[in-house]
């Protein structure tokens, strides 16, 4: 199975996109997560969407806000409430976490295996088959 991070943008006006994404597969919608982290003093927050993998293929998507988001647990805004909102009418959970941020990372795809690594830990995403 190939797990993907593909990334949107850091969340302004690609949020609407992210929050398509998620209605329009609502059939194959598996997690919905917030990642906090803290860049040069600042709380920031990326949005996350775990879908199921495709079949045939074993393609699962995860698709990114990169830490573009206020943090909504030190500043309430309005783009992480529209999540909150796809997530209830969905009946989802955000699972929130907390990483490093992606500027520690030599590469971004090293900070997206890391990011992989964490959630398979926790048992977001499915184990490598």
């Given amino acids: 199975m190939i797990q993907r991070f593909i990334e949107l943008g850091e969340g302004?006006?690609?949020?609407?996109?992210?929050l398509e994404l998620t209605n329009a597969n609502q059939h194959r919608?598996?997690?919905?997560?917030?990642?906090?982290?803290?860049?040069?003093?600042?709380?920031?927050?990326?949005?996350?969407?775990?879908?199921?993998?495709?079949?045939?293929?074993k393609f699962q998507a995860l698709y990114?806000?990169?830490?573009?988001?206020?943090?909504?647990?030190?500043?309430?805004?309005?783009?992480?409430?529209?999540?909150?909102?796809?997530a209830n009418t969905h009946r989802k959970q955000i699972h929130e976490l907390s990483v490093k941020p992606s500027?520690?990372?030599?590469?971004?795809?090293?900070?997206?295996?890391?990011?992989?690594?964490i959630l398979r830990l926790n048992h977001y995403l499915l184990p490598l088959q």
């Avoid at 302004?12 to 992210?18: N, Q, R």
């Avoid at 795809?109 to 990011?115: M, T, V, W």
């Fill in 64 to 86: 990114i806000c990169r830490e573009g988001i206020p943090n909504p647990n030190f500043s309430p805004n309005k783009r992480y409430d529209l999540f909150a909102q796809t």
């Fill in 103 to 117: 500027t520690i990372f030599y590469e971004k795809e090293l900070y997206f295996q890391y990011l992989i690594g």
């Fill in 12 to 18: 302004y006006s690609d949020i609407y996109e992210l």
């Fill in 29 to 57: 919608l598996l997690h919905m997560l917030a990642l906090h982290t803290k860049i040069d003093n600042k709380e920031r927050t990326s949005l996350v969407v775990v879908l199921r993998p495709t079949d045939p293929g």
